[in-house]
C-alpha cells in the first residue's frame, strides 16, 4: 500500500514538473506560449527552419484578424518558414469596444507592455535581433499594426499592414516624425473593400516621409496573396539591407580596436552567417577567421609552455587570454586550462 503511495506521489509530482516546464522551441515548429502578462492569456513563436545560433534573428510581431486566434500566418508562408522569428500575437481583452482617444492610448500603452513581455520570454530562449523588429498583420491585424507602429515608432524596423489601412486615418499623426524614413509595406487586394483605405494610408505614410512599398493584389478580394515577392523581398531587405551589415561590420571592428576580442569574434561570425554573397559579410568571416586562428596559435603556444614546465608564464598568457577573448568559446577554454593547471600538483624538484 505504501509503495503504492509512492507510485502515485511520484507520478503527480512528475506531472507538476511537466505542466511548469516551459515549451521547447525547435526550428520549424510554431509552439503556444501561456502567459498572462500578455493579451489574451497566450502566444505562438515560430522558430525558423534555417535557425542557428550562431547569428542573431530578426522577429516579427504579427496581429491576427477578426475571429482568429495567435498565428504565425502569413509571414511564415510568405517567408517559406526562413529567416524570421515570428511571434503571433493576441489582443487586451477591451478590444472590440468603441473608446476615446485617452482610453485608447491606455489600451495601446497595454499592448505595448504585452509586446515587451513576449519580447523578453523569446529573447530568453532564442537569439534575436532587437534592433530588427517588425510589426504587421492581416485585416484587423493590419489596422492594429499601424497603431502599433505608430505608438511604439522607435521600437519597430519596419510595419507591415496587410489588407487594411490606418486607424484613425482622420487624426494626424501625434509625432510627425515618428516615421520618416521608416520602412513601410502596404497590401491589398484590388476588389478588397479595404483597398480605398489601404491606398489612403500608403498616401498619408508617404507624405509622413516613410519609405512605402504599396502592392495591389490583382483580383483578389479580402485576401491574403501569400506568394508574394514583393513582400519577401520587403522584409528580406530590412534584415539585409547594405547600410544596415556596413554598420554591424563597423561596430565589430570597433570591437576589435577596443581589445574586446571575444565579443569582436561574436559579432563577426554572426555578421557573416547573414548571407555567402555580400561583401560586408565576406569581410565578416575573414575577420572572424583572424581572430579565431590567433586565438588558436595563442593556446598552442600556451600548451607548449605548460609541457615544457613554465607555469607561471602559461597561467599569465591564460589570463590574458581570457580576458581579451571574454565571452568566447576561446576564453572558456583558456579558463578550463587555467583551472587544470592551477589544480594539477607541482612537478616534483
Known amino acids: 500500500m505504501r509503495a503504492a503511495a509512492c507510485c502515485l506521489a511520484s507520478a503527480l509530482a512528475a506531472l507538476v514538473l511537466a505542466a511548469e516546464a516551459p515549451p521547447a522551441l525547435a526550428p520549424g515548429k510554431e509552439t503556444r506560449v501561456n502567459d498572462p502578462k500578455v493579451g489574451g492569456g497566450y502566444f505562438v513563436v515560430y522558430v525558423p527552419s534555417d535557425y542557428s545560433p550562431r547569428r542573431r534573428w530578426p522577429v516579427i510581431f504579427c496581429y491576427h484578424g477578426q475571429g482568429g486566434k495567435p498565428t504565425a500566418w502569413p509571414f511564415k508562408e510568405v517567408t517559406g518558414g526562413k529567416g524570421f522569428v515570428v511571434v503571433g500575437m493576441g489582443y487586451c481583452d477591451d478590444r472590440g469596444r468603441r473608446m476615446t482617444m485617452p482610453e485608447f492610448d491606455r489600451y495601446l500603452a497595454r499592448e505595448e507592455a504585452s509586446v515587451a513581455n513576449a519580447l523578453v520570454w523569446v529573447g530568453a530562449r532564442l537569439k534575436v535581433d532587437k534592433e530588427q523588429l517588425l510589426v504587421g498583420g492581416f485585416s484587423m491585424g493590419g489596422w492594429m499594426a499601424s497603431s502599433m507602429g505608430e505608438a511604439a515608432s522607435q521600437l519597430w524596423a519596419g510595419v507591415a499592414i496587410l489588407g487594411a489601412g490606418r486607424q484613425k486615418l482622420d487624426l494626424p499623426m501625434r509625432d510627425r516624425d515618428a516615421f520618416r524614413n521608416k520602412p513601410v509595406y502596404i497590401g491589398a ?21 516613410a519609405r512605402v512599398t504599396f502592392e495591389e493584389y490583382p483580383g483578389l478580394a479580402h485576401q491574403m496573396k501569400t506568394d508574394t515577392t514583393v513582400l519577401r523581398d520587403w522584409l528580406l531587405a530590412r534584415v539585409a539591407a547594405p547600410q544596415q551589415l556596413k554598420a554591424r561590420l563597423a561596430a565589430a571592428r570597433v570591437a576589435e580596436q577596443a581589445g574586446r576580442l571575444g565579443k569582436a569574434h561574436t559579432l563577426y561570425a554572426e555578421l557573416a552567417a547573414v548571407s555567402d554573397a555580400d561583401e560586408s ?7 572572424a577567421k583572424g581572430l579565431a586562428d590567433a586565438a588558436e596559435a595563442k593556446l598552442s603556444e600556451i600548451e607548449k609552455a605548460i609541457a615544457e614546465g613554465r607555469r607561471a608564464e602559461a597561467g599569465k598568457l591564460l589570463v590574458a587570454l581570457a580576458t581579451r577573448y571574454e565571452a568566447s568559446p576561446f576564453a572558456d577554454r583558456a579558463d578550463a586550462l587555467l583551472n587544470k593547471l592551477q589544480s594539477a600538483p607541482a612537478p616534483a624538484k
Not at 473593400?193 to 509622413?208: R, S, V
Not at 559579410?281 to 575577420?287: D, H, I, L, N, V
Open 189 to 209: 487586394g484590388d476588389k478588397d473593400p479595404n483597398f480605398p483605405h489601404a491606398k489612403k494610408a500608403a498616401d498619408f505614410y508617404t507624405k509622413a516621409g
Open 281 to 287: 559579410c565576406a569581410a565578416a568571416a575573414e575577420s
